[in-house]
């Protein structure tokens, strides 16, 4: 964490009074006084999307403490998907249509839907991100009978094991929660880092986060990679391991969004201020240690996620067991809301993912992505609330510079088609 915000969150955020005083500071700082009569929100609530995962806490916590209404939007409703199918197909219909306003977002998802890659007709739906809401916290999972292959970060030992399965007769699945989200990017890139072509040597399937471990249960696939609580529930349950954690493939990489519809920030701009100010001040209470424990708690309930706390608590605080005799206390990898400018929406991060989206082809070689991401990534908009809030260390600039990974390979922002054929693809504008 930079000493600007460990600082900012020492004089802001201490327990229960310091979110009075972040109130009472935005009421103050909002430029005219956003608080006063006739210049609050325009509209006193908005439906928020979420699928059952722990990263999704910033929104729970936003409700059940009084962010939302603290910073007048009382009537936020936050409701349960089925899936991020569901969640697109929502954000389409957008609340007159008995959809959704906006959602906690696998991070590529806003620029498919603006760019109608994923929607019906391909009718686009401009979409905008407003912020990041976690970095880190999902895993590569497989199942116990590859126990005694030892799969960890380096797929190819995954690799020997699938060949000689295949070479019995028996299929191999990998499943991930939507083509061209986050974690059909995490499980592509380990799979083919290891010589393992995720379109050709195995047969990817796409399965709603809360039903990965019903699924891995009765066999229909042989590994996945999901997001928390069910990496944990997977090994809890005694069905299988974490392989890794994809914090292990790219130290602090982004991962959800919180985004809206275009369509209410351009019309409610004092309503998509007050929504994201409630949810910057959730997500830095989530990162405070001392509230991990209420955080897992709220997540668990059964209107957010319905599963047991020790699902939740364990990987939230930094306790990973991966259920193949590794443990590991204080992990480097754990989910972060707000440390270390989690919560910043960096360009270049978007710029990665639409990288390696045009790598797997959901995206066109010749993607204008600098236009594309001037029309999602709304920084400025982060960058407006966190100032209302009196947050004072933001970042300086919407790129995070060079990023490394796990395999050596290096993505420069400046220069995505070289990083595309530091990978053997040269199929980029």
């Known amino acids: 964490m930079t000493d600007g915000f460990r600082n900012n969150r020492r004089t802001l955020l201490k327990g229960a009074a310091a979110t009075l005083s972040l109130a009472a500071l935005a009421r103050t700082a909002l430029p005219g006084g956003a608080f006063a009569q006739g210049a609050g929100p325009e509209v006193k609530g908005a439906k928020l999307g979420f699928i059952a995962l722990t990263d999704a806490s910033p929104l729970f916590v936003a409700k059940e403490k009084g962010f939302f209404a603290k910073h007048g939007m009382p009537d936020v409703e936050v409701l349960k998907q089925a899936s991020w199918g569901t969640t697109r197909d929502n954000l389409v219909l957008g609340s007159e249509g008995n ?56 797929s190819k030992v995954f690799k020997t094991a699938i060949e000689k399965k295949k070479a019995a007769g028996k299929s191999v699945k990998a499943a991930m929660t939507f083509p061209g989200g986050t974690h059909d990017l995490w499980i592509r890139y380990w799979l083919a880092a290891g010589g393992i072509d ?33 990496n944990a529930q997977l090994v809890q349950q005694g069905l299988g391991y974490t392989a890794l954690t994809t914090g292990e493939l790219w130290k602090d990489h982004p991962e959800k969004a919180f985004a809206m519809r275009a369509s209410f920030t351009e019309k409610y701009p004092n309503a998509t201020k007050a929504l994201l100010m409630a949810v910057l001040e959730a997500q830095a209470w989530c990162d405070q240690p001392g509230n991990k424990d209420e955080v897992a708690a709220i997540a ?21 067991d991966y259920g193949d005799g590794r443990v590991v206390e204080n992990s480097p990898h754990i989910m972060k809301f707000w440390n270390d400018n989690a919560s910043y929406p960096y360009q270049s991060h978007d710029l990665w993912f639409l990288t390696e989206d045009i790598r797997w082809g959901k995206f066109d070689a010749q993607t204008d992505t600098k236009a594309l991401i001037a029309k999602v990534n709304r920084e400025d908009l982060w960058r407006d609330a966190a100032k209302a809030l009196g947050v004072t260390a933001i970042p300086s600039s919407t790129s995070r510079g060079k990023e490394t990974f796990f395999d050596g390979k290096v993505f420069d922002p400046a220069d995505p088609a070289a990083y595309l054929s530091s990978l053997g693809i040269k199929r980029i504008a």
């Open 99 to 154: 959809g959704i306003d906006g959602a906690h977002i696998l991070t590529p998802m806003p620029y498919l839907i603006s760019a109608g890659r994923v929607t019906q007709n391909n009718v686009p739906v401009p979409m905008h991100i407003l912020a990041r809401l976690n970095t880190n916290g999902q895993c590569v999972s497989v199942a116990k009978e590859y126990l005694d292959a030892k799969v960890g970060l380096d």
């Open 300 to 320: 668990a309930k059964r209107q957010w996620m319905n599963v047991p706390v020790g699902d939740v608590a364990g990987r939230i605080k930094g306790t990973i």
């Open 198 to 230: 995720p379109d050709k040597d195995i047969e990817t399937i796409v399965v709603p986060p809360p039903q990965m471990v019903a699924n891995m249960k009765v066999g229909t696939m042989d590994c996945f990679c999901v997001g928390e609580p069910w």
